[in-house]
Structures are given as structure tokens and as C-alpha cells.
């Protein structure tokens, strides 16, 4: 049987379309929560109490083939059962209750829940620090980088000297240091501060913030299809690598830390080569930084592979993975023992993360292991680029630079500007497809771990259907 | 029958202490809980399946009075029936197992989960923006605070200039300004980057990270008692408001926004007087700036009224209010509706909240309302204040500067320094009572909202059997 057939034996079999969307109830909800919240964002009400597997329904009864995912992050379809009968247990009503504050008093599941998650940690990785946000995720990262590095700087095990105690209190250096992370151009790691500082995907992401005058670099810009284009596509690592190496040589303060995705997602799916990944990674060790692989979005199986950075065997290891969306929960692995502060209350807080979340991040990595869903999503994937690459011949003006093979269902594509793009995701809507965009003028695939190939066959209808009218 | 009774028939009568703290089972889980995560900030492991009420059980057996509740947190009591019933309900589910993306896609009852939460606004305030910890509602207001400043300053209703959208991308002005959010020395605002900047209570907290240098001011100190020192307590008022409005005049960059606790809490329980807040509105007023109050730790009900800083009428009402901790959830209160960015998106991420924690939320806010636990806390902090002054008179060299009068439980005291206060927090945990410190030298009390006049006695005489060993 079919894994979304053994999820959800009520799983619709196809979208049903019954107003505009957003219809006449969404519209009415959204200026009812507009006086409470800002709504305007909102595409439509969605009635997760009846949406189920992949289908998501709406309030005005839509029921949309969703392949979004709630940006994204949905792993297991909508009212998974599994993460049902995880969200009933005893151990998740306590810890949603009785709220731990992780660090000082940890509960006596505590380490279970952490091993559980563990269990999917990417190759190598053997600890957690647990937050609450992608963009959480990577700012604890960066606290864990920059301790490390002025420990290193130190001698490790030296105590703080009166003048940094003092110094850091009026956020001045020696205490404060003038530290870098080293980001690239269309980069997205969040809309915090500092994590906002490491994004550079769209003004909107940033505008009117102050920020840290950090480094960007270039990210490689390949060209499709990649067989045909290889010799290119490695001078473009090369010239993408020199900056890089460049900026380590130059920038006004120390580069700390090197945060990169394996695929710039929000960015506009902007896939890194093998040669590109490892050449930073022995850029890193050449200039004594770390370097974190963000795997909020590519993570958790979508790729093909529990993490999308074991499709290139970087060596050494990354330092720091971090994730979030598909777990339903934050934080970044680590290896290295020097990456535990010289002190407790470094790395801390009052909650360090949810239990909740938690609890539901192990059981979502027990469903992926047992139905080795990375290898359905690659089967699925490979089916589904197959018929997209036919599309792509049939309507070349609005399938651009396909990209994803090998790549499970982590699929995207280019339109021809951001107007185009926008209406194509509209469209789709009025053939009952939930989809979403990346970049200006790119559409992404995100759908559940649990996508098939009769989704896959509904999705490639809609866009031929769509296309065939533009 | 007392609140306490009713929710909880099988609280215990007493502590029981059957070994050390950490006991041998604690001591073993938390060296293998390190194994996977940092635990060495760890007092013992909890069995919350077997805590009740104001009781939280240890792995050993260790049945503590607990008035530190999770660092502040815990609001009714471990395993409130209230809360495991919304736990248990479909809505709750769904939240854990469907987490939406609230911006983009929220469900048919977000409104009806944030309507709940605003029932227990503070007075002025009707919408909210929801975030995930403390340091992360600072940050989102501050988000706000920072779109406000900017639109004011070009006239709310123009579009971004090329050179913003362009600047904003390499994190230089003018996209990303150069502006300032304005604290105190001793304040606790979290330990993310631009909370931790604002942060200044500790320096474990903000070592060896790179932060913004924005200014703080001095925060009033005391004398106490409150009502035997009021001249030179006026003094120190005023002295701190030219303090800050000096920052306002002279500081390199504008400062647009002033954040501000009522209560400094992990910075000793330092008091601000009405005189002290109603000078800042003025200031943040005459500045064209805007003032957040950072209600993490005093908000919901801790200190006799819902929100700490409606103990003094300060008018007009703040701009915003942030909140953690007793809500469970985080975010952010305001109500004026220029503090809605300009355009959608601005305010945004993936996930924009937890809408299982903000079920909880509301079912905490409930619970407050159904019973006035406000009013509860604010009988038992007068009869427990009352004993505590007793017992400052007998241990004046242990009871210090006692703080919290007619602010209900929320109540600290100091000691000699750091070593006797660590002393004495180790020491009651001999007698069964988990009790936790702020600053170097405080005792801060926390208890829950179903904290009542038998906890207290039992919390007095253990006090008391300490303090008269020494």
C-alpha cells in the first residue's frame, strides 16, 4: 500500500474548487482577524480540522492539493495520524502543561526526547542545542560560533579578564567583540537581527532595520541544464570561491563563522555544487572559522536524503547544522565538544526550546525512518521531474531553468519576471493547487514527505492544464 | 475552598526531602543528558508526571514547594487540570500536528485564539503580534518600533527610494539606519543579539558576542524602606530621568523606542516608581520615540494586577507591552494602528507564533480571569510581605532591602553577596524548597498564581529554620 494510502484512507482523490479563493468566507475571516492581527499576508482561512493527508481545505470548502506545505514545513500530511497519537500521549500533555525550563530543570524524558531526535541527526553530528525558530536556530548557532572562537583566541580555559567583564556591559569591545558571519547574496536565515543580517534575499526581509555590517559573498549562479553546461558551471564555483576567500583575506573584522544553505531556498532555489560546498568547507578550515549549514528548509528528508548536505559527503563534516520547518522544532547538531561554551549559562535561556516541539520532531524522524520516506520522495521526485522536463519542452516561456534533479521533489523553476510568476500561482489556485514562490520570479515545490506519484500526476495536470491557456 | 484545593485535591501537605539535591538519580541523568545536550546549568531532573501544584517532584523522590516555577513561569500550578483539559482538546491537536503558517495561511479559529489572549490585555491594548520566547517579542517590537520610526520619518505613505532597496541589501544605510533602542543598566531583555544589546544585567549573558551599541541609562536605586526614604528616592528619580533624557539629546544615533521593565527581575528586583515610568512616557512623547514595556517576567497577574505596569496609571498607555513566560506564549501588545508596518510581509515569518501554545495561553488567561488570581496573589503577598518583614527584623543581616510591598508575590530580598546568597538558595533546598536568585546578591520569590497562605507559612518557617542556623 501506498504510504499516503496507509495514512489517510480518506485522503481525497482529487482538488475540488467550489468559489474563488480566497472565497467569500476567507475574505470575510481574514478582515474579522485583521482587527486582532496583522491578516493581510493571508491567501486564504484554511479548515485544518478537514484537511487531511495531502489536501488542505478552506473554510469556504476549497479543497487545495497542497504542495506549499505551510511554507514548507508540514512533514506527514495534514492530520497525520502518527503525530495524532503522538500529540494525545501522556509525555506530550505534560510538556505542553508543565513547560520545563529546559536547562535548569530538565524532566526525567528529557534526554530520550533529545536522543530521539538525534536518531535523524545528519551524519556525524552527535549533540543538540535546541531553540524555538529557524531564525532562532541560527542566531544560537552563531552565539555557539562566536564563543568558540574567542575561547579559541584565549586559550580555552582562561577565565574572562576584568576589562572584557567590564567592557561587554556597555556592548564595547574587548567583551563585545567585532565579530563577522559570512553570508552569501539571496541568502534567507531569518528576519531577526542578526540573523537578518545574514539574509539578503529581498529589501522587504530588511528594510528600516539596523543591522551588522557582516560579509556577503556571491553564491554561484549555474547554468540548466547542468550536463550540458559543466564547464561553466565550475569556473562560476571558482570565481564564487575566490570572493569568498577574498573576504576572509580582507574583511575589516575576523569571519567567525560561514552560514550557507546547500540550496537557497527563499532565494530563489539556487542549488550549490559539490565542488562549491567543499571549497568553503576547506576555506573554513584554512582560516581557523566554523562553518554552519542551514537545513531549515532542505531538511528532514525533502531533498532525497535525511539532510540535504549529505548529497556531497563534505569533509570534514559541517561544524553546525541547524533546522527547523519540517521538525516542527529548532535547533542546530554539533560534533565538536569545544562547541559546548567553557561555561554553563552561555548558551541559555529560560525555556531552551519547547518539549512539545520536541516530542513531535522525534516521532515525525520515527515516521521518515520507518517508511524511509527520503526514498519515497526521491522516487516521487524523479517521476515528477520527468514530466516536468516534458513541460519544460512544451512551454519553454514559463518552465525556465528547471532545477532539482536528483533532488527528490525539492523542485523549482523559473518564470519570466515576477508578474508572470505571481499570476501563474494565482492561476493555479482555480485548478485547486496550493503552490508557492521562491525568489522574484521562481515557483518551488514543497510538498509533504508523503507526496506520490498520483499527487505528482494531479500537480503536472494543473500546470499543463494552466499553461495551455497562457 | 481555596483555589489551590480545588484544582489540586492531591497536593501535597508538605516537602519531602528523601536526599540530597541533586540526589544520586539526578546526578546520573543529568551526566547522560549531557551526552546529547549542555546540561550542566541543571539543579536536579524532574519528574513532572508525579509534580502537582505548587509541588515539583525530583527523580530521587525530592518533593519540593516550589517558588521559583520554572524560572517564573509556570502559572497554575504543575499538572492544572484546567490546562490538561485544553491540552486534550481537538483544537489543541490540530495546533500540535497542523502547525500553520499563521501569516499566509491561518485557520478558521485564529481568531478566536488571539480574541482569548486579548481578553488579558493590559488596558489600552487590543491587537497582538505572536512570537515564540521573551528575547523574541522584544525583538518583533523592536521590528516594529524600528518600521514606525522610519515610516513617520518619510511620511507613512511613500514607497522604499531605489537607494534603500538597494543599501538595505548590504546592510548599510540608508535601508538598514543606523537607530537605537534605549535600556538600562541591570535590565534583562533576553540574550539574542539585539535583546541581548539591550540586556545588561550579567556579563555571562552577552560575552564574547557581538552586539549594537545602543545607550543605556541608570535605572533607580532605592532606599528601603520605600515609605522612609521618599525625598531622596524622588532624588534618584530624577536624577535617572535627566540621565536618560541627556541619552535622548546627545546620543550619535536617534534613538527610536525606550524599553523598559517595571520590575527589573533577573537584574535584582530593582522597583521603578510611578514618578520614574511616567517620566519616561514623557520623554519617549517629547522625543517622538516610542516606549515598549517588557512584561515578560511581571505580566499575568504575578504582582496583584494583570500587568505590572497598571499598578501606575502611566498615560498615555505604552505603544507596546511584550509578554512570555506565565502566558506560556510570546508576542507583543499594542494598539495603535500605525504600529501595523506599511505593507504586509514586513512583520512576518514562517510560522508567526505557536498556535498551541497560544490555545494555552488563553486557557491561562481564562483561569486568571474565572478565578481573580491576581487578587489571590495579592492576598497571600500581603500576608506572606508581613511575615517576611518579621523575619527581616530577626535575620537583618540576611533579609535585606526587602522589595515587593503591595506588589502581591512578587517579592525579593538581598543578601551580604553572591556566596551567602548561593548559600542560602542550596541550603532551602535541604528543607524542600526550590527557590531561585536574581542580580548577584537577591532571592527572588516566583511562586505560581495558586501560591496561597499555607505555601507561605511553610515557606516562612523554612526561611526562618535557615536562617536560624546561621
Known sequence: MSISSLYFPTEPAAPQVVSSSPGPKSQAAITALGNVFDSRAAYFVSDY??????????????????????????????????????????????????????????????EEIIAEILKVAPKGQDKLW????????????????FFWYQSKKRGYTTQFTAEENESVMKNQAPGSPDLAILSFERAFHGRLFASGSTTCSKPIHKLDLPSFNWPKAEFPSYKYPLDQNETENA????????????????????IAGLLVEPIQSEGGDNHAS????????????????????????????????????????????????????????????FHDPELVPNFAYRQFNTWCGDPARMILAGAIGHEVVKHDLPAVAKRVGDYLYKKLEALQTKYPKY???LRGKDRATFIAWSLADVTARNKFLADMKTVGVNIGGCAEDSVRLRPTLVFEEKHADILVDAIDKILSGY
Open 49 to 110: 480540522e478537514k484537511s487531511v493527508g495531502n489536501y488542505l481545505v478552506d473554510v469556504d470548502g476549497n479543497t487545495y492539493l497542497d504542495v506549499y506545505a505551510q511554507i514548507a514545513s508540514i512533514p506527514l500530511g495534514y492530520n497525520n495520524p502518527a503525530l495524532i497519537e503522538a500529540a494525545k500521549s501522556d509525555k506530550m500533555i505534560r510538556a505542553i502543561v508543565d513547560r520545563p525550563a529546559l536547562g535548569n530543570f530538565p524532566g526525567k524524558d528529557s
Open 130 to 145: 535546541s531553540g524555538l525558530s529557524g531564525a532562532d536556530a541560527n542566531e544560537l548557532a552563531f552565539k555557539a560560533v
Open 235 to 254: 569556473a562560476e564555483d571558482a570565481r564564487c570561491l575566490s570572493i569568498v576567500e577574498n573576504l576572509f583575506n580582507t574583511w575589516k573584522v575576523p
Open 274 to 333: 559539490k565542488a562549491f560546498l567543499q571549497g568553503l568547507r576547506d576555506i573554513t578550515l584554512k582560516h581557523g572559522a566554523l562553518m554552519i549549514v542551514d537545513e531549515v528548509q532542505t531538511g528532514v528528508g525533502a531533498t532525497g536524503k535525511l539532510w540535504a548536505h549529505e548529497h556531497f559527503d563534505i569533509s570534514p563534516v559541517p561544524d553546525l547544522v541547524t533546522f527547523s520547518k519540517k521538525f516542527q522544532s529548532a535547533g542546530y547538531f
Open 399 to 401: 518552465i525556465r531553468d
